[in-house]
């Protein structure tokens, strides 16, 4: 089971990147997935979730208008569109798949929002 995040980086402020999840190893198309992140310092917290049955998304309020969900079955990855980056967006995202009590998790990838 893999769960490889891609796509972060140093991006100015008011700027945009798309991180992207690949996974391999299980059936993912039935998983909720999940983009959580982590500044330093700070505990992990959700950014976003897309359901496995209808791709219903909910966001943090922090992320609410600005970053978008998204998932491809046939690619077996999810994304997290990001846009009008601030620095406190400025954390490790991870991505997570989630079936009932199974929980797969990524290594992260850094995203710097700085000038």
């Known amino acids: 089971v893999q769960l490889v995040e891609s796509g972060g980086g140093l991006v100015q402020p008011g700027g945009s990147l798309r991180l992207s999840c690949a996974a391999s190893g299980f059936t993912f198309s039935s998983y909720n997935m999940t983009w959580y992140r982590q500044a330093p310092g700070k505990e992990r917290e959700l950014v976003a979730i897309i359901t496995s049955v209808g791709g219903s998304t909910h966001y943090a309020d922090s992320a609410k208008g600005r970053f978008t969900i998204s998932r491809d079955n046939g690619k077996n990855t999810v994304y997290l569109q990001m846009n009008s980056l601030k620095p406190e967006d400025t954390a490790v995202y991870y991505c997570?798949?989630?079936?009932?009590?199974?929980?797969?998790w990524g290594k992260g990838t850094l995203v710097t929002v700085s000038s």
């Open positions: 997570n798949g989630r079936y009932f009590l199974v929980n797969y």
